[in-house]
């Protein structure tokens, strides 16, 4: 029996009812224009005959998977968002193209059009690396197979790639350090003092709660870090009196000068734009 409109009792919205290829159905349009609603019905009925017939690993759109491993957790990271009624990044390049029909040409393609003047490791980081966890996530989905993607590599032999230097890419001396600490009000120097002290990022910082310092053993335990994989850290003795008096207080170990946890996120930044003003 084929997909018909319907109206529940108590909603303005059409409801899509039947059976295709022994596939029953009974979901929501989500709209209560009739055309519309007619529109999403012959293209759901066209979907599920497909998916019959060749399986979802033939249907699937490279965009349905990645909105599929977000909200199963992933991160929407340079996957791309919409900006102007156009998705941006990958889900912009890759939008209405089935998973099975991208080959590795199609996606060192895509790498080199969204980030054309981009080095290997930016690419690979912003590119490659989203749609491979995507890919993987549909595989587990059973919406595509298992496939080895090669990414970019980095110039070997003795080429010379002339670059702006970046800030922090290059060791600061103590004396610096203490110099630029000392321009701060007191609660982002301490933030600042830890940073230069144990190398964490200023994410895993912020995030840092008082269970996770054990000041006896002079060791710090992340267990949520950018690899996913728990590491340790050995305290300096000179954050020691710092830390302990932080830690004694319980929950977060480093706030704002009004005693309330940094805002945590991975894709904004901004967290201590008042550290210079004296805030």
């Not at 595509?144 to 970019?152: F, G, N």
């Not at 267990?223 to 977060?252: C, D, S, W, Y």
């Amino acid at each position: 029996m084929p997909l018909r409109l319907v109206r529940r009792k108590g909603s303005d919205h059409w409801y899509l009812r039947g059976t295709v290829r022994k596939q029953a159905v009974f979901e929501s349009t989500g709209t209560d224009d009739k055309k519309a609603a007619e529109a999403i019905r012959i293209k759901r009925e066209a979907r599920l005959l497909e998916d019959s017939v060749y399986g979802k690993k033939a249907s699937v759109t490279f965009f349905e998977a990645a909105v599929s491993y977000m909200a199963a957790g992933g991160s929407p990271r340079f996957l791309g968002e919409e900006v102007g009624g156009r998705w941006t990044r990958l889900m912009g390049h890759f939008e209405r193209t089935k998973l099975h029909a991208i080959s590795q040409d199609d996606l060192e393609a895509a790498a080199q059009k969204l980030y054309p003047t981009a080095s290997a490791d930016t690419r690979n980081r912003q590119c490659f690396t989203p749609f491979i966890a995507v890919w993987n996530h549909a595989v587990k989905n059973n919406q595509a197979d298992l496939r080895s993607w090669s990414r970019p590599k980095k110039v070997k032999g003795t080429v010379v790639q002339l670059r702006a230097v970046r800030a922090g890419t290059k060791p600061v001396a103590y004396q610096r350090a203490a110099q630029f600490v000392l321009g701060m009000s007191p609660a982002p120097a301490m933030v600042m003092t830890a940073l230069f002290y144990t190398g964490m990022r200023p994410i895993e910082l912020f995030s840092l709660e008082s269970e996770a310092v054990v000041i006896g053993k002079r060791w710090i335990t992340l267990r949520n870090t950018k690899t996913g994989e728990a590491r340790g850290i050995p305290i300096h003795e000179f954050l020691v009196p710092m830390l302990a008096g932080l830690v004694q207080r319980g929950g977060r170990v480093f706030r704002t000068p009004k005693g309330e946890p940094y805002p945590v996120s991975q894709f904004i930044g901004g967290q201590m734009k008042t550290a210079h003003r004296g805030n």
